[in-house]
């Protein structure tokens, strides 16, 4: 678990991210099936999918309330994969 002084400097770097907001149908996950899962984790499972504007490949994580890990956990999980500038999901 991540300092609080940590996770302040990651809140401050989420204002630099550039985000846009898609539907989940828009995302064509095909409803989260089982054929578009691509892994699990203490948050829940991550699917591919694909945006129908921008035919551009994408993961969601579908979060599971029940989960393993609190509020700060998946605050510092979400604004560290948004720094991620590039990485491959096979579609």
């Known amino acids: 678990m991540p300092s609080n002084t940590n996770l302040n400097r990651l809140t401050l770097i989420k204002g630099t991210l550039d985000a846009k907001k898609e539907s989940l149908k828009d ?48 605050l510092v999980e979400v604004l560290m994969l948004s720094l991620v500038f590039y990485f491959t999901i096979p579609i």
Do not use: M, P
């Open 27 to 74: 995302a064509a996950t095909k409803n989260f099936k089982t054929q578009c899962l691509v892994g699990e984790g203490g948050f829940g499972r991550v699917y591919k999918g694909r945006l129908e504007s921008t035919n551009q490949g994408v993961a969601f994580k579908k979060l599971d309330r029940n989960g393993f890990q609190g509020n700060k956990e998946f």
